[in-house]
DNA sequence: ATCTTCTAATTACTCCGACATATTACAGGA
DNA sequence: TCCTGTAATATGTCGGAGTAATTAGAAGAT
């Protein structure tokens, strides 16, 4: 099974000097319309209410074709981000109806400077799901779920979080936590906000100390789950978020 | 292989009566054909890693235009159902990439018969979430959120759950709730699952009693969050999202 | 003879632009 | 104030050219 992210390593900030989007490797043409356009609403250039240039116009000023240009408006309609009607133009849904968990949607928040409340908001999302997560890894977790994340253990300790390669065991680790729920639905949420979440940390993290070692706590969650003790779990996950919290909100300079 | 009817419209009417009566959104062509697919797709017609027919071919089976059948596949790419490759055709994904917290997947997930561990791992995920919203709410409510609960209350007391009027008021309440906790991610998550749940239990509901009434519940949520009592509010919100478990339960047989 | 590697053709998606249709916001008249 | 007509705009359709990836076949090496 390919555990791949989705494609969200493309720093493209293009300027404003060409109005093409463009279209990276493997990225077709009307999703580097969408990824342009999501990005522009959700970084907050258009409001609320906004209605979009028409059609023709805008596929004009884009430089491509209106079939493309649909196509990537059929993927934002798809989200919610837009509504378009006959005559009304293209425009803007209020927030509430924007399907703020999809990864994608996710992604586009997080490309440009995330806003302080949104981040706050899925922290506060994180720190009652994923403690919640952990207490039912603890009673349903099998040995097969161990070894997965005594392995991930073992090689973030080996290769620290500063590598990728590093980072992608702490995402193990945590997956395995997830695939321990048995719940899909736990897993999808938790894994888009992660993802999502854990990017920009990453970014921003560059040239920062990471605070404190965090193999310790990550010991923690594991044996509490291995114990099959959910009380533990939970609060030694909550531990974690809360030091993710204070991770990103240092580097958010907040 | 038959020649099928193209009309595949279903009683879709605004949920949300609230603002000024959108006449149903008349759903477009794509997104019929969308809704046909992503429900075939839900519904374990297809399995992961079928690959469609192609898109000559079916694009003329289903007797519309490439172009229409298009768009719709953009949908379901926009919700991780699906991927389309050239040469490779367009491919149903596994299950881990959809994207199942979204409203319309949701939505058709619970179209035909929902998947009883998929029905659970939603109960397990709102009985997680809920009641930690109440508690947020009860922190943060402000006057004008209890005026607007206490009328839904009324509301629902006046018309019973039985009525679509009763039901709008229930659904008024736990919104209300929602915009308590002034967090958008919370509110989209939960009202996205709640719309999905409760239209199940709404359509298997007509000819059984309601289990017990569950005014009672909805009071001491009330009066919990009124009171600025996190640890109360989280219960009371608790119990009633057992209410809905049992009764869900009980609807599908179980 | 079998296996490996490379090339080429097939195939299906991708993008295009023009045309026809349906819907509806808006304005002008009863 | 209500109604009705019209223009503006999105939606649906079509066929074709372009592009990329899989597959099969050919050529070479062991």
Redesign the interface.
């Known amino acids: 099974?390919g555990k791949e992210n989705p494609s969200l390593q493309d720093g493209e900030t293009d300027k404003e000097g060409s109005a093409k989007a463009v279209r990276g490797p493997g990225r077709r043409l009307?999703g580097a319309i969408?990824h342009k356009l999501g990005m522009a609403i959700l970084s907050g250039q258009y409001q609320p209410g906004d209605t979009l240039s028409g059609e023709v116009a805008f596929a004009e000023e884009l430089e491509v074709s209106r079939?493309a240009y649909?196509?990537a408006i059929?993927?934002l309609?798809?989200?919610?981000l837009v509504?378009s009607?006959p005559k009304a133009g293209t425009r803007v849904l209020p927030?509430?109806r924007?399907?703020?968990?999809?990864?994608?949607v996710l992604a586009w928040a997080f490309a440009g400077e995330p806003d302080v409340q949104?981040v706050r908001?899925?922290f506060?999302?994180r720190a009652?799901?994923e403690p919640?997560a952990a207490r039912?890894a603890a009673q349903r977790r099998d040995k097969d779920d161990l070894k997965i994340m005594k392995d991930a253990l073992a090689a973030m300790r080996r290769h620290t979080l500063a590598t990728e390669a590093g980072r992608a065991a702490d995402r193990d680790f945590h997956n395995a936590i997830l695939n321990a729920t048995r719940?899909?639905?736990?897993?999808?949420?938790t894994a888009s906000i992660g993802a999502a979440v854990n990017w920009t940390t990453q970014y921003k993290q560059r040239a920062r100390a990471l605070p404190r070692n965090p193999i310790p706590d990550h010991v923690r969650v594991y044996d509490a789950i291995a114990a099959g003790d959910p009380v533990a779990a939970a609060e030694a996950m909550g531990v974690l978020v809360d030091l993710a919290l204070e991770d990103t909100a240092s580097a958010m300079g907040n």
């Not at 924007?98 to 994608?104: F, H, I, K």
């Not at 719940?183 to 949420?189: E, G, I, K, R, S």
């Open positions: 099974m009307h969408a079939s649909r196509e059929q993927v309609t798809a989200k919610g509504e009607r927030r509430n924007w399907n703020l968990l999809d990864p994608e949104f908001d899925l506060e999302l009652i799901v919640a039912l719940n899909d639905a736990l897993l999808v949420l």
